[in-house]
């Protein structure tokens, strides 16, 4: 029951996602208001792979058509996902599409073992917080609210 609900919730956020594009490489979501990285020439183009912390710190200090950058919240970044498609699970208006192998952090940390954190495949598109803690270096896509 619960992966009816999931699949469902995913099916219905995915109907409502609008993306644009800016030219300053942020790609915003009009259904929730969240506007993503999407650019990163301050990483010399290459999508950051860090620790989980050190994702945090990225996010925090990302100067990217302005401030207010913070690692996403796993319902945040699973919004991005796009179920009807794999490799990558991804919205086509992101023009930096995630590396096929590789995985996502979410600030998110596991309820009883906070040495874990959730992230995401941009692969299939699952959602997972096992195998990995959070020294491990994972890829980072930045979210902030609306400006």
Same mark, same amino acid.
């Given at each position: 029951?619960?992966?009816?609900?999931?699949?469902?919730?995913?099916?219905?956020?995915?109907?409502?996602?609008?993306?644009?594009?800016?030219?300053?490489?942020?790609?915003?979501?009009?259904?929730?208001?969240?506007?993503?990285?999407?650019?990163?020439?301050?990483?010399?183009?290459?999508?950051?792979?860090?620790?989980?912390?050190?994702?945090?710190?990225?996010?925090?200090?990302?100067?990217?058509?302005?401030?207010?950058?913070?690692?996403?919240?796993?319902?945040?970044?699973?919004?991005?996902?796009?179920?009807?498609?794999?490799?990558?699970?991804?919205?086509?208006?992101?023009?930096?599409?995630? #590396?096929?192998?590789?995985?996502?952090? @979410?600030?998110?940390? !596991?309820?009883? %073992? +906070?040495?874990?954190?959730?992230?995401? *495949?941009? #692969?299939?598109?699952?959602?997972?917080? @096992?195998?990995?803690? !959070?020294?491990? %270096? +994972?890829?980072?896509?930045?979210?902030? *609210?609306?400006?």
């Amino acid at each position: 029951m619960k992966n009816i609900l999931l699949i469902l919730t995913a099916l219905s956020v995915a109907a409502m996602a609008e993306f644009s594009r800016s030219a300053a490489g942020v790609v915003t979501d009009s259904a929730t208001g969240l506007q993503w990285q999407d650019d990163y020439s301050d990483n010399g183009g290459e999508i950051p792979k860090l620790s989980w912390v050190d994702a945090i710190n990225y996010c925090e200090s990302l100067m990217l058509d302005g401030s207010g950058w913070r690692l996403p919240n796993i319902r945040e970044l699973n919004s991005i996902v796009d179920f009807s498609h794999r490799n990558p699970a991804i919205y086509s208006e992101f023009k930096y599409n995630p #590396y096929t192998t590789g995985f996502y952090w @979410s600030s998110t940390t !596991k309820k009883n %073992n +906070m040495n874990y954190a959730w992230y995401i *495949s941009f #692969y299939s598109g699952d959602r997972r917080f @096992s195998r990995y803690d !959070k020294s491990y %270096n +994972m890829y980072v896509r930045c979210v902030r *609210s609306g400006q």
